[in-house]
């Protein structure tokens, strides 16, 4: 049975970091494709960056150079890190899985269905 566990959302001042981890059971974060999505409340929940089994990662141009994607294969986590945030990353986010990869003739799957595992979610709020 997978399980996706997520932690290390909160509170922070507009500029401040966080770093979000992913524990999986049940899967092995290098076999396939996991990314990181977020949901404001009244949004569409979308992808905020993704990794795959080969380790090349993808990031949405809204966080790119803020935000990274990393895995420590060893102990099957996945990891956000979130530099320099801004009151508009306010979101809970929620670290996901597929079964294969993560794109499809150089396509990125960026869509919730296109996710088989799910976690529950961990809240972050940026402050002004």
């Known amino acids: 049975q997978v399980q996706l566990v997520e932690s290390g959302g909160g509170s922070v001042q507009a500029g401040g970091s966080l770093r979000l981890s992913c524990a999986a059971s049940?899967?092995?974060?290098?076999?396939?494709?996991m990314g990181w999505f977020r949901q404001a409340p009244g949004e569409e929940r979308e992808v905020v960056a993704a990794?795959?089994?080969?380790?090349?990662?993808r990031a949405a141009d809204s966080v790119k150079g803020r935000f990274t994607i990393s895995r420590d294969n060893a102990k099957s986590i996945l990891y956000l890190h979130m530099n320099s945030l801004k009151p508009e990353d306010s979101a809970m986010y929620y670290c996901?899985?597929?079964?294969?990869?993560?794109?499809?003739?150089?396509?990125?799957?960026?869509?919730?269905?296109?996710?088989?595992?799910w976690g529950q979610g961990t809240q972050v709020t940026v402050s002004s």
């Open positions: 049940g899967y092995t974060v290098r076999s396939s494709c």
């Open positions: 990794m795959d089994s080969d380790g090349s990662t």
């Open positions: 996901a899985a597929r079964t294969r990869g993560c794109a499809f003739g150089g396509t990125w799957y960026s869509r919730r269905d296109d996710y088989v595992y």
